[in-house]
């Protein structure tokens, strides 16, 4: 299968000569040489591929070039250099007309303070690209219905963006960017602005969402544990790098740096990791020979716990067709909770040293 | 530091463009006039009532009813005030001016919105609009565009701009840009972008730009009102420079009535056009809920509803209105062409304004008169948008006008003079009597002479002359400001019994309402008095020979024009010319003297009427004087009077063979004793008129010891041994030399100068001013008399002769040919007193004025005409 959204090697200098600066940035110039020219480079040599159905997360702080990186993905922004393919299609040499045609049909997006118009309605917000696109009123306004009603605001299509608290106003953005069945959804630090309680529950709303609807969704975030959550691969920017992509997990367990690790710490690995991740794939017993209660790959760290609580041994993995892949010793689960990877030591006697955690 | 001639360039500029680019201010002109003229035409044209029904109709439908009610109480006042019809051309020129400001206003507030750049360059632009004085681009638009609204209608769309393009380039910038982003996000096109997200989000911002562009056009065209845009602005600006606060403040009044309308109202069309007013707007009546009636708002098919019956009751009236035209009279002269006249508030200028528009209208003629300043007057009768004004006061006050435009301009010669310019003081300011009184008295007054606009010429004599000749400079500093603030300042003081000195003129109100003090000007520092004009365009005379002729006869004593000005000022301002009608009620006759009806001849007719008479005369006072008396006289009888200047010689003998029919100045027995002789028999006397005469040599009195002609002997180097004579031709002249002198043994001692009447006159008058002594030849009853202070030498051994009598020559057949007319002056008498005032007018008209002055001063003696010449 293709990647739906591929971007090669892309560059976005903002100042004076841009070309001049990407072709210095080639050789290895730093961003701070650069600005100190009165340039500043916001995306270096970015290139990722986004499969279809998946939620595509690009993770860095403010600053890191996350957002330029976003808007040069629907053309908002044009790249200084490399590409963007989209199905395949350069949107680098698509002309504007055809690129807001792209923009109205295929590629939506939703912002980080909800941008809806306020002297629109909520059902016109919701109807916005179909009017864009030139549907006729009914249908737009069934179509808008409709989305609205899938994130759970029926009813409230009479109503004005202002009449409406802050979760209400994005799920009202989301439905404008679903309205359209756009197979790319590019959401903006799309909860940043919201309570923590209600981010909770647009992320499981996008997650349950995103499991019918299958959309192909890039989100920008600065929270990993949003990233963590939301994210099948995390793609992690620093200075306008992308240092590393992979799953959670990849990123949690085998950090590219000490930057990336930095962050990992802050996360509750117990929320990210599954069997998969802590399983000993080594050890090879008579574990998964008894009918005692055993784990897939994908059970999350919590349940893990769990089951070892009640199995006296250490919890069989075993995948769909029931082959044992790894074993999951209870001290394991201790060591990945207290980031200690090592095998426990002896103990020792009293009166010698005490090994504290290296 | 090297002066740069900035001022120099500009006024270059303006020359070349004045030239080249006329084309373009036409069409300029013709656009904004006739939009205008639409508007005004509409607005105008209705029943105030009316209107104000259609008006509060659109304020009901737009904020309720109560403000419904409020405005139509508001215009009822302002129509009750008198000013509807200014309220109407004021809001008219608003209407227009705002229109035009927001088209031009909006697509460049866009593009500045949309580029840095753009906007950049457009922010000095509009920084000069909104600050330049408004006087500095509304005298040159006069000069491009002539007296009239365009003027104002161009200022003021200058003066309105900046705030409507800030206003829409904020009101854009202000979008929020993830607002725009979202729209582009969706694939929006640019124009959809503008449209759609941008201008309904800055419509509110927009909106505030559009109701400041109204206000600040209400506020700009009460200042055009000076360069002739008319309306409440032209109504302010009079009263004001006429220190009529009332009137004034009843006129602000009406300004700000239309001002709280307009803001009130376009505030409210913000809210309707805006979806976000029309928001914040339901959500404020949701909340009201209660006194459901007060904020009732009609609908707006209602509203139409409403006002398409208002308008069509308006046209209804209108047009049954216009039904009955005037008809036609035997004095529609003008037929209905159109005269404009401008004035410059001064009550003279005012007064003889109304006065011509109410006689031009009575003749059939369509007036408009405009009240404008100096220069915007000048310029407007120069460029032809004005086709006279009665009020330039020459040589000195104006002089600066009248070289400018001179060579544009047509002379219609001066109504009334000499005027006199003074420094005044309040009359209880005891110990000032003089300009030479002020010297060393600078503290009493705080060392200021409280002027006029520095502009005028006065205030140049003031400084440049007056100041100097007494010595004044440093000790006094004048003040300039504006006419009004001056007699406000007088008003102020006199109030205070505070000590004063203004500048002042005479004729002016002042002297009437407040007791007043000319300070004396011995050393004749203010120069002499000034003539006030009538000036008319070039070729008004060719187009309009009639009103032209009118004009030229025109003369008022200071008697009629007082009487004209409290006529005009009792009636009140905006009823100047229902004073004017009532004056001349008063003076019944009037009319058809001064505009008379060519061909039908003023009052009765004569016997003889239609017969034309040649009358001859030599210029010698009481010649030119009874001449014209007659001449007016023979006019009003219907008779056609021409009259030749010709020498005493010339004209006897072409009496003698019938070629003229009459002279009236033949000196008998003396001085025409050679031409009686001669031509006698082939003449008629008809009598004298006036006699008898006397013949004298005369020295100003203030040259002492020399009483009697026998006083002089021995005297001539005094008087640089000359007696200054008059034309050798003149008999006197012959009796001097032949008899006088050897009569008092003057022979040797005095030479006789001959020269010329004039000449001698003018000697006369440099040597009193210089006070030289001086002995010249003159006669009585002369002018000379009532002018100057002179003493008659005594004649004690009678060698002038007796006095003489005045005769009046015919030629042969006279009475048989002209039995009326010879029958009036066989009766024809006037005494001394007559005489002299009679010359006096002449002399003060003018040359070239004789006939109108005389007119004015036959006019001035009631009852006088119909005893010389009686019709049955």
């Known amino acids: 299968m293709s990647p739906r959204l591929e971007t090669e090697h892309l560059y976005k200098v903002f100042g004076r000569r841009p070309d001049d600066a990407v072709e210095r940035l080639r050789q290895g110039a730093g961003r701070e040489e650069l600005r100190a020219g009165g340039t500043t480079a916001a995306v270096i040599d970015a290139s990722f591929q986004v499969e279809p159905g998946e939620i595509f997360v690009v993770m860095g702080l403010s600053g890191s070039g996350k957002s330029t990186l976003l808007r040069m993905l629907n053309g908002l922004s044009e790249p200084t250099a490399g590409h963007v393919r989209f199905d395949g299609q350069d949107l680098t040499s698509l002309p504007d007309p055809a690129l807001r045609e792209l923009r109205s049909r295929k590629i939506s997006m939703v912002f980080q303070h909800f941008a809806l118009f306020p002297h629109r309605s909520v059902r016109d917000n919701a109807a916005y690209g179909l009017y864009v696109q030139g549907v006729p009123r009914a249908e737009r306004d069934r179509r808008a219905d409709e989305a609205l009603a899938l994130c759970g605001l029926a009813g409230w299509e009479k109503s004005w963006p202002d009449e409406l608290s802050g979760g209400m106003q994005q799920r009202v953005g989301l439905a404008r960017a679903l309205a359209t069945d756009a197979d790319l959804l590019l959401m903006d630090e799309s909860f940043s602005a919201l309570d923590p309680l209600i981010r909770r529950d647009m992320q499981d709303q996008l997650l349950e969402l995103q499991k019918s609807l ?68 080594e050890v090879r017993g008579d574990e998964a020979d008894c009918d005692c209660e ?41 060591g990945f909770l207290g980031d200690e990877q090592g095998d426990p030591t002896p103990c020792r006697p009293r009166g010698g040293k005490v090994a504290a955690g290296a | 530091m090297p002066r740069i001639h900035f001022g120099d360039w500009v006024e270059t500029a303006v020359d070349w463009v004045q030239s080249h680019l006329t084309w373009v201010f036409d069409i300029v002109n013709a656009v904004l006039d006739g939009m205008y003229s639409g508007v005004e035409s509409v607005l105008g044209g209705g029943e105030p009532l009316l209107l104000a029904g259609i008006l509060a109709v659109i304020a009901a439908w737009l904020r309720g009813l109560l403000p419904g009610v409020l405005a139509f109480a508001g215009l009822a006042l302002i129509d ?83 705030p409507g393009v800030r206003m829409t380039e904020l009101g854009i910038r202000q979008v929020d840009g993830e607002l725009v982003e979202a729209a582009e996000a969706f694939g929006t096109t640019p124009r959809d ?25 209400l506020s700009m065209v009460v200042i055009g009102g000076m360069a002739g845009a008319g309306g409440l602005g032209e109504q302010v600006y009079s009263a004001i420079t006429q220190l009529k606060v009332g009137l004034a403040a009843e006129s602000g009044v009406a300004v700000v009535i239309l001002a709280m309308y307009l803001d009130r109202m376009t505030g409210a069309l913000g809210e309707r056009v805006s979806p976000l007013g029309r928001r914040a707007a339901a959500k404020v009546s949701a909340l009201v809920g209660r006194a459901r009636f007060a904020h009732y708002r009609p609908a707006g098919a209602v509203a139409v509803v409403g006002v398409v019956v208002l308008a069509l009751v308006a046209g209804g009236l209108n047009l049954a209105g216009s039904g009955d035209a005037e008809a036609g009279s035997s004095t529609d002269v003008g037929k209905g062409k159109r005269i404009s006249i401008g004035y410059i508030p001064w009550d003279e200028g005012t007064a003889t304004t109304y006065l011509w528009k109410e006689l031009l209208e009575q003749r059939g003629y369509e007036t408009d008169v405009k009240q404008l300043d100096p220069g915007p007057l000048y310029s407007g009768v120069a460029r032809g948008d004005l086709d006279f004004q009665t009020d330039a006061w020459l040589p000195t006050t104006h002089k600066a006008y009248w070289d400018k435009y001179g060579s544009q301009l047509e002379d219609l010669g001066s109504w009334y003079g000499p005027t006199s310019l003074e420094l005044t003081v309040p009359s209880y300011v005891k110990g000032i009597d003089s300009l030479a009184d002020l010297k060393g008295q600078g503290k009493r007054f705080g060392g200021k002479i409280i002027g006029i606009e520095a502009s005028a010429g006065m205030m140049g004599t003031l400084n440049s002359k007056v ?40 004729p002016h109100w002042a002297y009437g309402k407040y007791d007043l003090k000319k300070l004396q000007d011995p050393e004749g520092a203010w120069g002499e008095g000034e003539q006030i004009h009538t000036v008319a365009r070039k070729g008004f005379s060719a187009d309009d020979p009639v009103a032209a002729q009118w004009l030229k006869d025109f003369k008022l004593t200071e008697k009629q024009l007082t009487g004209l000005e409290n006529a005009i000022r009792e009636a009140g301002q905006g009823h100047e010319q229902d004073g004017v009608r009532s004056w001349l009620k008063k003076n019944p006759g009037l009319v058809d003297r001064l505009a008379p009806v060519p061909g039908s001849g003023a009052g009765k007719q004569g016997k003889d009427a239609g017969k034309t008479v040649d009358m001859g005369y030599f210029p010698w006072d009481e010649a030119i004087a009874s001449t014209y008396l007659w001449q007016n006289i023979l006019e009003d009888r219907g008779y056609k009077p021409t009259l030749k200047q010709l020498d005493p010689g010339p004209l006897y003998s072409s009496l003698a063979q019938g070629q003229m029919d009459v002279q009236l100045d033949s000196w008998l027995p003396t001085t025409h004793k050679a031409y009686m002789d001669k031509y006698g028999s082939q003449l008629e006397d008809l009598g004298s008129w006036y006699g008898p005469t006397s013949l004298e040599l005369t020295v100003p009195s203030y040259v002492k010891g020399i009483d009697s002609l026998a006083d002089l002997k021995g005297q001539g180097k005094r008087f640089g041994g000359k007696i200054i004579g008059i034309e050798a031709s003149a008999g006197m002249m012959g009796t001097l030399n032949s008899k006088v002198l050897k009569a008092y043994g003057l022979e040797g001692e005095y030479k006789v100068v001959s020269s010329s009447t004039s000449s001698m006159l003018a000697e006369l008058d440099r040597s009193i ?35 003489e009598r005045i005769h009046m020559v015919g030629k042969k057949t006279f009475s ?57």
């Open chain 2, 769 to 803: 001013k210089k006070r030289e002594p001086v002995v010249v030849t003159l006669w009585s009853p002369h002018w000379a008399y009532g002018k100057y202070d002179l003493k008659k030498l005594q004649d004690p051994e009678g060698a002038w002769g007796k006095g």
């Open chain 2, 467 to 506: 100041l100097k000749a007494y010595g004044l400079e440093g000790e006094y500093k004048v003040v300039s400001s504006s006419t009004s603030s001056m007699l406000a300042e007088l008003d102020r003081s006199i109030k205070k019994r505070e000590p004063v000195v203004v500048t002042l003129w005479s």
């Open chain 1, 214 to 281: 299958k959309k192909t969704i890039v989100f920008i975030t600065h929270d990993l544990n949003e990233a963590m959550r939301l994210g099948d691969r995390i793609a992690m920017m620093r200075d306008g790098r992308i240092v590393q992509v992979g799953t959670a997990q990849e990123i949690l367990v085998h950090p590219a740096d000490d930057y990336v690790a930095s962050f990992t710490k802050d996360v509750d690995r117990s929320r990210v990791l599954t069997a998969a991740a802590v399983m000993d794939t």
């Open chain 2, 193 to 217: 972008i503008l449209l759609r997200v941008q201008l309904p989000l800055a419509l509110p911002t927009i909106m505030a730009g559009v109701n400041q562009v109204i206000m600040l056009a």
């Open chain 2, 80 to 162: 009750s005030l008198g000013l509807w019809d200014d309220a109407m051309d004021t809001l008219s020129l608003v209407l227009v001016a705002a229109v035009i400001t927001v088209v031009l206003a909006l697509p460049l507030g866009v593009w500045a919105a949309r580029s840095r750049r753009v906007s950049a360059q457009l922010r000095p632009v509009l920084d000069v609009m909104q600050t330049m004085p408004a006087f500095i681009y509304l005298i040159p638009g006069v000069m491009f565009f002539g007296v009239g609204t365009t003027p104002g209608l161009l200022a003021t769309i200058i003066f309105a701009m900046p």
């Open chain 2, 816 to 872: 048989q040919d002209f039995p009326e007319f010879s029958g009036w002056l066989k009766n024809f008498k006037l005494t001394e007193e007559q005489l002299a005032s009679l010359e006096v007018a002449i002399q003060k008209g003018g040359a070239g004025n004789e006939k109108a002055s005389a007119r004015q001063w036959l006019d001035a003696q009631p009852g006088l005409e119909d005893k010389l010449a009686p019709v049955s």
């Open chain 1, 294 to 334: 055993t784990a897939t790959p994908h059970t999350p760290f919590t349940e893990l716990c769990a089951i070892s609580a009640r199995v006296a041994h250490p919890v069989a993995v075993v995948d769909r067709d029931d082959t044992l892949v790894g074993v999951v010793p209870r001290h394991r689960l201790v």
